[in-house]
């Protein structure tokens, strides 16, 4: 398959840590496998991938990425069925947008068989971390920043992608109260919100920090000209339903072209379910839950599967949702499904299981 000429090089790790884990106590992001891969950009080329012990880098203070912040990255996971078999979800679709991220922030392509190698190279050694059952999965992070040691505001000429590993169970552990933004934005006509930049999420940390004062984890942004459309959250794409049908709004150059958003989509249309993509107005969503058509309103993103939102706050008014946790929440249909094929416990008509081999 590989078009490069590099092979893997693959040094193991000395010892494990994976009993030092307690993988029924994981808060999201902190604990990463035993191993790493990393692969470097030089010379107009992507050279010597290698698989190493998970370990600190070092790199110049003048490394681009410190300054101007060349960096994206992707959220995978890897699912493990009863019978130890291995499986990605859609994985070329994050190969696909990282490529698309990296484009957009003038940094190079990186090539599918590397991507798809070292991915697996990384699942098979670090396989123990993998727990099955739906519930678990393994959180993969590839990633690529500019390394050059140059300080002028340009692309740089050297990079490093990477992907690291971390075994994760839900991100969010309670249904989620958003605040909908009306004076702070994410992302703007022509700018990068479509890619999934490491910029975009230190943006919104401090709106969103303001939101978690107000006792809200998120923020769901708002078109940043008019403050009238409703977008993204910033973790998760969101859904709204409105009697018995879904609203979601369509992608664009401000909106990330989630994973599990499209997923969401097919399914809906897989279950018979109308789903609506198309703007969704701040005004209208209040409308419905004031009369008493808004049913639900969840989020829809790898690290999130599906969050039901319990409650949404504009200009001080404060909506709560009645919907959530219900038995027929199209939340809990939507994440059961999406968990059955990811998990490989139900049929998978779109190939969307990528089995790790
Ligand atoms: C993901 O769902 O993988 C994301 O990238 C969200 C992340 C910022 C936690």
Sequence with gaps: ???????????????????????????FGRVF??????????????????????????????ARVFHYGQAVFEGMKAYKDDDGKVFLFRPKQNFDRINKSSGRLAMPAFPEDY??????????????????????????????????????ASPANMYRFM???????????????????????????GGVGAAKAAGNYAAQFYPTSLAQ??????????????????????????????????????????????????????????????????????????????DGSLKEIFGAGTAAVISPISAFEHQDELFEISGVGAEDSYAKLFKQTLLNIQHNLSDDKHGWRHEVK
């Design 163 to 189: 992907i690291i590993c971390s075994p994760a169970k839900s991100y969010y552990n309670s249904a989620v109260r958003v605040l909908i933004a009306d004076h702070y934005s994410r992302s703007a006509n």
């Design 33 to 62: 496998t035993d191993h790493m891969f990393v692969c470097d950009y030089n010379d107009g080329k992507w050279e010597n991938p290698k698989i190493m012990p998970y370990q600190a880098m070092t790199f110049e203070p003048s």
């Design 213 to 290: 004062k107000k006792g809200f984890q998120q923020v769901v942004w708002t078109d940043a000209s008019t403050h009238t459309f409703l977008e993204e959250a910033g973790t998760m794409n969101v859904f709204f339903r409105v009697n018995d049908t879904l609203i979601t709004a369509p992608t664009s150059d401000r909106i990330l072209d989630g994973v599990t958003r499209k997923s969401i989509i097919q399914l809906a249309e897989d279950l018979g379910i109308t789903c609506d993509v198309r703007q969704v107005t701040v005004e209208e969503i209040k409308n419905a839950a004031k």
């Design 1 to 27: 398959m590989a078009n490069h000429t590099d092979k893997i090089s693959i040094e193991t790790a000395a010892s494990t840590k994976i009993n030092t884990v307690d993988f029924s106590n994981l808060d």
């Design 115 to 152: 991507f798809f190698e070292g991915l697996e190279a990384l699942l098979k050694l670090d396989n123990d971390w993998i727990k099955p059952g739906v519930g678990n999965s393994l959180y993969l992070r590839p990633f690529v920043i500019a390394t050059e040691p140059a300080i002028s």
